[in-house]
């Protein structure tokens, strides 16, 4: 998602980055480019106008920081921004004080309604929680069955009978409260079309369970489409957030980077694929440096937790937001990577690895280079990457079997990204967070055993 504007965005600010200062005239094309980027990227006109002027007004005529270069002025600038227009912080679930929480899911056919209650339900369990999953699309018999499948593969029980939805749905919440499980996840019919009869049982079904959470599932490849359902449901149902799906088919992101600015409400999740583990909370800050091409640290983190020790990815990415990461830690982490798997959609997230890298189709063999020519350097050299003058560049390149050319970039990446989160304070919060619960857990775990 969002490589349309993720490529638009990165000439635009290579271009800005060899300037020594700004002029408006500067700030001005730069400001032009953006807004073009935007409606390419099919972003809702009203919201495009919005950020520019925010922009503009951060931008035009202010005295710029002694510590940023201009190109960095900017680029920090339209981080905020991104930030903000997504929705500015995670969606926190709060869980209903007399069980069990109640999610309502509503939204068109074929968005991803019965995969996203799975992909739900999947969440709920990660958290600890025991979810109920309940069939009340009846308008299709096979939309029920679809929902038991999708639970015998997550491991959540399914409620449904045929009779009437809200019934169903009734019945649903009173099963849950007699067999103890603490969230109730409903999955309900949709239309083609926004339509009175499908909103009025939509609404009943709400009236009826008194959701705690009513989350709607728009296909974000529908773009503006799924902006302008979102407002007819949220006029009838009071929506808390959306959930996001198909943004593995969408290269633009205009659904995403519009629903919060135009409905109000933010996105909670987001589906990346067909399989039930393609879904995420969905995280504003992330998701604009991973649009900017500055990678998206904590959520690599996040999955790395799995697959390497929690202690060392939380080291890495304190480092790393304190500006003291190194070559060597950047060298453990790609190694760490490499134990994870297939590599495709992680490599994304890694902020040094090369544009061509990240969009093509991934395997190890590609990041091979990146490894031989950190292994080619000393140790010194790893700690200090300033001191690797001409010379060494050309030890190195000749050392690992590149070219000068590809030891410069890898240099300068990993300049950009050390500068780039020496200056974002909210990260090296957010990465102090990670670690505290990241503590907790571990503290948790070990008290398991
Ligand atoms: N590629 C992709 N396909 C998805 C995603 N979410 C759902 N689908 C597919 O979209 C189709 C419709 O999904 P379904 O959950 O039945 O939609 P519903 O009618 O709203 O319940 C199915 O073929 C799903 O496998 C996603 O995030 N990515
Ligand atoms: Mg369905």
Known sequence: MFETLSDRFESIFTRLRGRGRLTDADVDEALREIRLALL?????????????????????????????????????????????????QALRVTYASRPPTVVLLAGLQGAGKTTAAAKVGRWFKQQGRNPLLVGADLQRPAAVEQLRVLGRQIGVPVFSEPADPVDVAKKGLAEAIRVGRDVLIVDTAGRLHIDAQMMQQ???????????????????????????????????????????????????GGAALSVKEVVGRPI???????????????????????????????????????????????QAV????EGRFTLDDFLGQLQAVKKMGPLSGLVGMLPMVPKEVRSAQIDDSMLKPVEAIINSMTPGERTEPAIINGSRRARI?????????????????????????????????????????????????KKRH
């Open 40 to 88: 390419q990227a099919d972003v809702n006109l009203l919201v495009v106008r919005d950020i520019v002027a925010r922009l503009r007004a951060e931008l035009v005529g202010s005295e710029l920081s002694q510590s940023l270069t201009p190109g960095q002025q900017v680029v920090k600038a339209v981080h905020n921004e991104l930030v903000r227009v997504l929705g500015g």
């Open 397 to 445: 390149a000749a050392g690992s079997g590149t070219t000068v050319q590809q030891v410069n970039d890898l240099l300068d990446r990993f300049k950009q990204v050390q500068t780039y989160m020496r200056q974002m304070p909210a990260l090296a919060g957010m990465a102090r967070r990670a670690q505290k619960a990241g503590k907790r857990a571990t503290a948790k775990r």
């Open 318 to 321: 304190t480092k790393l937001a």
């Open 202 to 252: 939509v609404q009943q079904i709400s009236a009826t369970i008194e959701p705690h959470y009513t989350f709607l599932v728009i296909d974000a490849m529908t773009g503006q489409d799924a902006v302008a359902t979102a407002e007819a449901f949220h006029k009838a149902l009071s929506l808390d957030a959306v959930i996001l799906t198909k943004v593995d088919g969408d290269a633009r």
């Open 268 to 314: 909670g999740f987001v589906s990346t694929g067909e399989k039930v583990e393609d879904f995420e909370l969905f995280h504003p800050d992330r998701m604009a440096g991973r649009i900017l091409g500055m990678g998206d640290v904590l959520t690599l983190i996040d999955r790395a937790e799995q697959a390497i020790q929690r202690e060392e990815a939380e």
